[in-house]
């Protein structure tokens, strides 16, 4: 087999063990893709367009990509409706805005509108999930933030379910490594983002991002040592 081929078969292993282990999807799962254009998102479509066509689960999928007109943060539209277009996967897209705030960070506000249009977008489909392309890397990171910022020991969630709304959140790519969809975005020539945000090598996450870089040229195995302590303290599926 080609370094693509043992990459993809490695890949789609730790994305059908995520959504066994967690029970992400279902018969009849009508699933909303953020698609950022990233490389983490590309490789989620991908991953769920190849599962959709297998008979157990059934779901069905659309994707939508939310543009933030005041963030020089920018990818190739068309690019994005030729991926989806292959994937025979609708695409929606989105524009919106935020004002700034002295009160909140731009990262926090971007996400949080994006979330809200995703949301909406869902509701009006009447899709029963998100889907967002966090991977096992993103997990560690804000189990980091959440220690050292906040005081607690907690992450986002493999599977999340709503409470104020009927919807759930899943995060099909949480076991897998950061580096293997980097790798696996370069034998797959995605293009990449037009424009990077301005504020990606601003924040709490890029510091926990080097801090883990460096714990794991210390202890190579910190990896497994961190996911192990996320997954006894059951913290992969909750509430909100």
């Not at 066994?20 to 009849?28: C, N, P």
């Not at 705030?101 to 869902?122: G, I, T, V």
């Not at 040592?225 to 909100?240: D, H, Q």
Request: charged fraction near 25%; charge should be neutral.
């Amino acid at each position: 087999m080609t370094e693509l081929e043992l990459l993809q078969k490695h890949i789609r292993e730790r994305f059908v063990k995520a959504f066994a282990t967690y029970h992400l999807l279902e018969d009849e799962d009508y699933v909303l893709v953020g698609l950022s254009g990233g490389k983490d998102s590309l490789c989620l479509l991908e991953m769920l367009a190849w599962r959709s066509k297998i008979n157990h689960p059934h779901f069905r999928i659309e994707a939508v990509h939310v543009r933030m007109e005041n963030i020089l943060y920018e990818t190739d539209t068309a690019y994005l409706e030729r991926f989806c277009q292959k994937l025979s996967i609708p695409l929606h897209i989105i524009t919106t805005r935020f004002e700034t705030s002295d009160k909140k960070p731009p990262c926090f506000l971007c996400s949080w509108y994006r979330r809200k249009e995703l949301f909406n977008l869902a509701q009006q489909l009447g899709c029963n999930k998100i889907a967002l392309g966090h991977h096992q890397d993103d997990l560690i990171h804000t189990t980091l933030m959440n220690l050292f910022y906040q005081g607690r020991f907690d992450t986002m969630s493999a599977l999340l379910r709503m409470r104020k709304m009927p919807l759930v959140i899943i995060r099909p790519l949480c076991m897998v490594a950061e580096t293997d969809i980097q790798r696996y975005a370069e034998l797959c020539c995605y293009e990449k983002q037009v424009k990077i945000c301005p504020y990606e090598n601003d924040s709490h996450r890029t510091d926990m991002r080097r801090l883990f870089e460096h714990i794991q040229t210390a202890n190579p195995e910190a990896r497994h040592s961190l996911w192990n302590a996320i997954v006894r303290a059951g913290k992969l599926v909750s509430e909100s």
